[in-house]
């Protein structure tokens, strides 16, 4: 049994795009982000902290991101989507995950500002303004990582990238992508995979972003 908890366009879409690359299937035990069902007992049980994704597989629980991708291309080699210690690219790999999760954070704190600070608590517009520029900065170094190869790593595709592609299609929203014509062509290459497509289908309609884009207001 395989089971995914799961919010649409969230981080555990990078796990759901990766079993789908393992051709591996799971169970979906979806969630959603306003009704409090990430602060019930029973899931917490499972994610301490109240966050997606935890994936119940071979008889464990994960609850990391990072360390979902690692297990799983370590215990599924054969499918050549991790590094495992001593190849080459083993230090950029997890270099990459970190990296990932970085840009992540940052979004998760547009998010939460944007998104989900009202009355009586606003968002701060230098706050804003300050990880607004901080996204730019990393979308920035990975345009220049990309200007000369395909994928993250040298050598091709990786679970590395389904780490990073999550964060590429919420990235829009706060960053307009015409100046990075590296990134979009990533973008394209990503929805090309048909393992990425099929875990789209399953994903679920996004319920966070009501508007396009989200300016950084005045102030």
Request: aromatic fraction near 10%; charge should be negative.
């Given at each position: 049994?395989?089971?995914?908890?799961?919010?649409?366009f969230?981080?555990?879409?990078?796990?759901?795009?990766?079993?789908?690359?393992?051709?591996?299937?799971?169970?979906?035990?979806?969630y959603?982000?306003?009704?409090?069902?990430?602060?019930?007992?029973?899931?917490?049980?499972?994610?301490?902290?109240?966050?997606?994704?935890?994936?119940?597989?071979?008889?464990?629980?994960?609850?990391?991101?990072?360390?979902?991708?690692?297990?799983?291309?370590?215990?599924?080699?054969?499918?050549?989507?991790?590094?495992?210690?001593?190849?080459?690219?083993?230090?950029?790999?997890?270099?990459w995950?970190?990296?990932?999760?970085?840009?992540?954070?940052?979004?998760?704190?547009?998010?939460?500002?944007?998104?989900?600070?009202?009355?009586p608590?606003?968002?701060s517009?230098?706050?804003?303004?300050?990880?607004?520029?901080?996204?730019?900065?990393?979308l920035?170094?990975?345009?220049?990582k990309?200007?000369?190869?395909?994928?993250?790593?040298?050598?091709?595709?990786?679970?590395?990238?389904?780490?990073?592609?999550?964060?590429?299609?919420?990235?829009?929203?706060?960053?307009?992508?015409?100046?990075?014509?590296?990134?979009?062509?990533?973008?394209?290459?990503i929805?090309?995979?048909?393992?990425?497509?099929?875990?789209?289908?399953?994903?679920?309609?996004?319920?966070?972003?009501?508007?396009?884009?989200?300016?950084?207001?005045?102030?």
């Amino acid at each position: 049994m395989i089971r995914l908890h799961h919010i649409p366009f969230s981080r555990s879409f990078r796990v759901l795009w990766l079993l789908e690359e393992l051709g591996l299937k799971a169970e979906l035990a979806h969630y959603s982000i306003t009704d409090g069902s990430l602060r019930a007992s029973e899931f917490k049980a499972i994610s301490p902290v109240g966050r997606v994704p935890a994936l119940e597989i071979d008889g464990i629980t994960i609850y990391e991101s990072a360390a979902i991708v690692e297990y799983l291309t370590e215990t599924r080699p054969e499918h050549g989507l991790g590094r495992l210690a001593g190849d080459p690219e083993r230090v950029q790999f997890l270099e990459w995950l970190g990296y990932a999760e970085t840009q992540a954070s940052i979004l998760a704190s547009l998010n939460m500002q944007h998104l989900f600070m009202g009355d009586p608590t606003p968002a701060s517009p230098l706050v804003l303004k300050l990880e607004a520029a901080r996204l730019t900065a990393s979308l920035k170094a990975l345009e220049n990582k990309l200007s000369d190869q395909e994928w993250l790593l040298p050598s091709g595709f990786s679970a590395a990238d389904t780490m990073m592609g999550f964060n590429l299609f919420s990235a829009p929203y706060y960053v307009h992508l015409e100046r990075f014509p590296n990134i979009l062509a990533y973008i394209e290459r990503i929805k090309a995979r048909p393992a990425y497509q099929e875990a789209r289908k399953l994903d679920g309609n996004q319920e966070f972003y009501k508007k396009d884009f989200y300016e950084v207001p005045n102030g």
